[in-house]
């Protein structure tokens, strides 16, 4: 399992995520997506968190394709984004 987790610097917090609703509709259709969410930070006005779940690295992979663009990509000014591979999960 692929877990990616981080933040976003972003300008325009609110317009971004408005058209970033599209992508995270998609994104938890997508084959092997087992959770997707983008959400403003409730401290900091310019952090968009970011959360997504994959069942493969090969899943999320398909999905992203060449990754962000246009006018999505300008308006990121900064990232701290990682991804973590693990195989073991325990439902609590």
């Known amino acids: 399992m692929l877990i990616v987790a981080g933040y976003l610097r ?3 917090r609110e317009r971004y995520l408005d058209s970033c609703r ?3 509709e998609q994104a938890r259709k997508a084959n092997g997506c ?3 969410n983008l959400g403003a930070d409730l ?5 968009v968190n970011v959360y997504e779940r994959w069942a493969t690295r090969a899943d999320a992979e398909a999905f992203r394709g060449a990754g962000t ?3 999505l990509a ?3 000014v900064g990232a701290d984004v990682r ?3 693990y195989d073991t999960e325990i439902r609590l």
């Open 34 to 36: 087992l959770d997707f």
């Open 43 to 47: 401290v900091e006005p310019d952090r």
């Open 22 to 24: 599209e992508v995270v």
């Open 74 to 76: 300008e308006r990121i």
């Open 10 to 12: 972003v300008t325009e």
């Open 83 to 85: 991804e973590f591979e």
């Open 69 to 71: 663009s246009g006018e």
